[in-house]
């Protein structure tokens, strides 16, 4: 738990809404995104320097061979 200081004239524009809005949830909601965003760009950037360590190889030959096998296929 934690507490987060505002302003006064925020604090008084939040008790306008406070029969509509529930500020509490409003924030926590907005913190697990902003979590869920942050974890997404980490393993994203955890799985591209993953991908930049692996030696990609290809067969000689494998791209001609793979188109003619797809066109006798039709």
């Given at each position: 738990m934690?507490?987060?200081k505002i302003k006064k004239e925020l604090k008084e524009k939040m008790d306008k809404y406070k029969d509509r809005v529930n500020w509490a949830e409003e924030v926590r909601r907005f913190i697990e995104e902003k979590l869920r965003r942050l974890e997404a760009e980490s393993n994203f950037e955890f799985i591209l320097k993953q991908l930049?360590?692996?030696?990609?190889m290809v067969?000689?030959?494998f791209s001609t061979s793979s188109v003619r096998e797809d066109r006798d296929s039709n």
């Open positions: 934690f507490s987060v930049e360590m692996v030696e990609w067969p000689a030959g």
